[in-house]
C-alpha cells in the first residue's frame, strides 16, 4: 500500500511539472507567435506606403491605431472611439448624429492596446455596466513629423465564393496609395488572381472622385499596362505607362468578372465609408478641442 501511494505521488508531482513546463512553452510560444504576426502586419503596412528596403521608413513616420467600437443599450445606439491622446488613451462616444456624449480616459498600456482581449475588456470597463460594447473596425493614422500623411484600413466584403479581406492604403484627400489582398477564396487561376500585381495595383493613384464612377471593364489588358502594373519595365517607363491608363477603369480579370467586380465595389465601399466617419470623428474632436496623437 505504502508502495502505490509513492507511485501515485511521484506520477502527480510529474504530471504537476510536465503540465508546468508545458504551460510555460505555450505562454512563450504564444507571445512569440503574437510578436511575429504583429512584424508582418507592419511590413505589409510600410510595404502599401511604398517603402522597403530601397527606400527606408522616414525616422519621424508614427503609425497611430484608432479602433472603432458599436455601443448599445436598451434605448439607444452609439459609436465609441478608442483613441490614442497626446498622454495615454481615450474613449470617445458619439451619438448617430456625431455629437459628443462622452469622452473618458482609458487605464490601458499601449501594448495591451495592441491585444484585443485586453483592449475589448478596458472599452466594456469604460463603457459601464448594462450597455453592449461591439467592435467593428481598426483605421491606422500615418503621420510624419506630427503631419498626417496616410490612413491604412482593413476591410472585409462579399467575394464570388465567401469573403475577401484586404488592406489599403490611401492619402489624406483619400487617393488610393496601395492595396492588399490578405485573405480569400476565390478559384485558383481565376478569382484567386485578385492577389495578382496587375489587378491590384490598377487601383493605386484613383483618386476619391474617381471612385464615384469606378467601374470594371471586360476589355483585354493592354500589354504595356500589365508589364508596367507587374513592375516589369525601368521605373521612368512605367510611370509613363500607368498615367497613361490612370484614369482608365478596372480591367476585369479574365474569367473572374465577377471576383474582379465584388473588389471593386468593396474598395469604394471601405473609403467612402471611411472617408464620411472621418470627417465627423474629426469634426466633434475639433468642437471639444480635444488633443490626439495625429
Known sequence: MKDILTIVLRLTITCIMAATVMGSAFIITNKAKKHNEHVNEQKVRYSLLGYSTAKPIPGNMALHEVYRYIVTDKESQSIGYLLPGKEGFFFLTLDMEGKVIDNKPVPIEESAVLEKDLRDKAVQEIAGTGKGVTFADQTIVVTDNGKRVAYLLDGKF????????????????????????????????????????????????????????LDVVKEPLPDEYYQALEGNVEAADAAKILAKYGDRDIYALTGATISSRYVNTGVKGIIKKFAYRLNILDAALAERKIEVAF
Open 158 to 213: 462579399t467575394g464570388f465564393k465567401t469573403f475577401i479581406g484586404v488592406m489599403l492604403a490611401v492619402d489624406p484627400k483619400f487617393t488610393i496609395v496601395g492595396l492588399e489582398i490578405l485573405e480569400h477564396e476565390e478559384d485558383p487561376g481565376l478569382g484567386a488572381e485578385i492577389e495578382r500585381d496587375y489587378f491590384r495595383n490598377q487601383f493605386k493613384g484613383k483618386t476619391f472622385e474617381m471612385l464615384k464612377d
